[in-house]
């Protein structure tokens, strides 16, 4: 067995990636959660991270979310006050000033990221007023904007997420996520739960937005069918470990590491 | 002018789970310049389409050279990082299928203008040459603004070609386009790549009736199953 011949650095592409960690490590315990995971993600560019449970492929996002701490590795983001600066050695209140600002997460479980008994708007404005905004008239129109920027029926804007569907819950996760237009947008899971046509349309919404806004968006799921929709580059991660990475079409069609082809295959 | 230039590529799939390695393609070698259009020929299970997603890089070629002289700058498409890859086909490298993959709630007409869209032209020019393409496509006008998900086989297709087409590529790869085309769409894809190929567009294509496109073929790659010869060969080029 010969290993997947190694690929050139870009040599084309100028852009210098909007994302990039090195060498991320977590432990739990004894128990290592992550090892040597390295990444990196462009502007307007949909990163897929893929792996079964246990795999690690969330408690990267929750590093890159800065909800957590490493045990080593550095990250950063490409951002005007922060440039070149390692995410985490941030002190609680600057952490909090880049998570508010330049990024959002729509989570697959709403209550982790809503409270499901305030209004909808409400849910939304609370981003505005953590970055500093007071006013009620510029707190509604805004949260009115990224609602319906998420096709959210405005109508109904003032309904508590508990009195909606799942697909409706999920569109008010993404506009308090897109509400101050962050550079990086998170998805954990963020259609597992819902039936097929709504996760369709879903997607079709996060696609528009991450195109329209040029989000950099890394999204983690075990649905292969909704990483080809959405990703253009995928990692696979299998025990903590980055196993293959590669252009999604690639991983999907043409997998080398043992691993992939078995995750593929089982999927089809 | 030379587009690209294949040297010793090779293909083989590992199978992990049969630990066996299945042979594509071996050793093939032969140039493509701008504006040339170019078959690729050989029975069944011979590895055509196998070698358009190599270059595509669907599939990751094993071993051998692809250099491909693009706007950017030369790069070898076999080993290129898949940023750079993924940046060529946003600009430069088109390749079409026999299938089309619809969006819900994105009618054919949006669908075929959406890589003019991407390519910066305003949405209204673009929308109007997608409608152009459309036409000449020949797919019914009351389509225009329907979802293709619930078209027929050949209507999809007819979206497909005319999104694949609208832009100029520089690189074109085809893998069996006209199955399940009726005779406007075939002439219609015919015209298109004539007006492509003026404009220097070099394309590699794959065909399971090539008398559909009988008269732009200017030359001809011939792939010989492995069980043989493994070795790719040109037949005389036509005169240009």
Redesign the interface.
Same mark, same amino acid.
């Given at each position: 067995? /010969?290993a997947?011949? @190694?690929? $050139?650095?870009? &040599? !084309? !592409?100028k852009a210098q990636p909007v994302l990039s960690t090195v060498g991320l490590r977590k432990t739990y315990g004894k128990v290592v959660a992550l090892e040597d995971v390295s990444l990196h993600a462009?502007r307007g =560019?949909v990163l897929g991270i893929v792996g079964e449970s246990g795999s690690g492929k969330s408690t990267v996002l929750r590093l890159l979310n800065l909800q957590e701490s490493p045990d080593g590795g550095e990250y950063f983001l490409d951002l005007p006050e922060r440039n070149r600066q390692n995410l985490f050695v941030l002190n609680r209140f600057e952490t909090r000033q880049v998570r508010v600002h330049h990024i959002g997460i729509v989570y697959q479980n709403p209550h982790l990221g809503l409270r499901m008994k305030n209004t909808s708007s409400g849910n939304v404005a609370e981003r505005l007023i953590l970055a500093g905004e007071r006013t009620f008239a510029t707190l509604r129109g805004s949260a009115r904007d990224s609602l319906s920027a998420s096709e959210f029926p405005v109508a109904r804007m003032d309904d508590p997420p508990f009195k909606l569907s799942g697909g409706m819950q999920q569109r008010v996760q993404l506009a308090k996520a897109i509400a101050l237009r962050p550079t990086l947008l998170l998805l954990d899971e963020p259609t597992t739960g819902l039936d097929v046509?709504v996760q369709?349309?879903v997607l079709?919404t996060l696609?528009r937005l991450q195109?329209e806004l040029g989000i950099t968006l890394i999204i983690v799921s075990h649905d292969l069918g909704v990483i080809r929709t959405l990703a $253009? @580059?995928v990692m696979v991660m299998r025990g903590g470990r980055v196993v293959e990475?590669? !252009?999604t079409?690639?991983i999907l =069609? $043409?997998p +080398?590491h043992?691993y992939t +082809? +078995?995750l593929v295959?089982a999927k089809l | 002018m030379r587009l690209l230039s294949v040297e010793g590529l090779t293909k083989r799939? +590992?199978?992990?789970?049969l &630990?066996r390695e299945v042979p594509a393609f071996d050793s093939l070698s032969f140039e493509l310049s701008g504006g040339e259009f170019k078959l690729v020929s050989g029975p069944n299970g011979a590895g055509k389409s196998t070698l358009l @997603?190599c270059l595509y890089?669907?599939?990751?070629? /094993?071993?051998g050279k692809a250099i491909y002289c693009?706007r950017?700058?030369t790069? $070898?498409l076999a &080993?290129?990082?898949? =940023?750079?890859?993924? !940046?060529?086909r946003r600009q430069e490298i088109g390749y079409v299928s026999q299938f089309l993959r619809p969006?819900?709630?994105?009618s054919a007409l949006e669908l075929v203008a959406e890589p003019l869209v991407?390519a910066g032209k305003s949405r209204d020019a673009a929308l109007r040459d997608a409608g152009e393409s459309l036409e000449a496509f020949g797919l019914k006008p009351e389509l225009w603004n329907a979802y293709p998900t619930t078209f027929s086989g050949g209507e999809q297709q007819k979206v497909n070609l005319a999104r694949a087409l609208i832009r100029p590529n520089h690189l074109l790869l085809l893998d069996e386009p006209t199955a399940s085309l009726d005779a406007t769409a075939r002439l219609a894809l015919a015209d298109r790549l004539d007006e492509l190929k003026a404009q220097g567009v070099g394309i590699l294509g794959v065909f399971h009736h090539p008398e559909d496109v009988g008269e732009l073929v200017d030359s001809r790659i011939e792939i010989a199953p492995l069980e043989s010869t493994n070795v790719a060969y040109e037949p005389e080029a036509r005169p240009a």
């Open positions: 067995m /010969t997947a011949p @190694r690929l $050139d650095a870009p &040599r !084309l !592409l462009y =560019e046509s369709a349309l079709d696609k195109y $253009d @580059r990475a590669g !252009l079409d690639q =069609e $043409d +080398q043992p +082809q +078995q295959h | 799939f +590992q199978i992990h789970q &630990r @997603r890089r669907s599939y990751l070629p /094993t071993s693009s950017l700058g790069i $070898d &080993r290129a990082a898949d =940023e750079d890859i993924a !940046l060529l969006r819900p709630r994105v991407h």
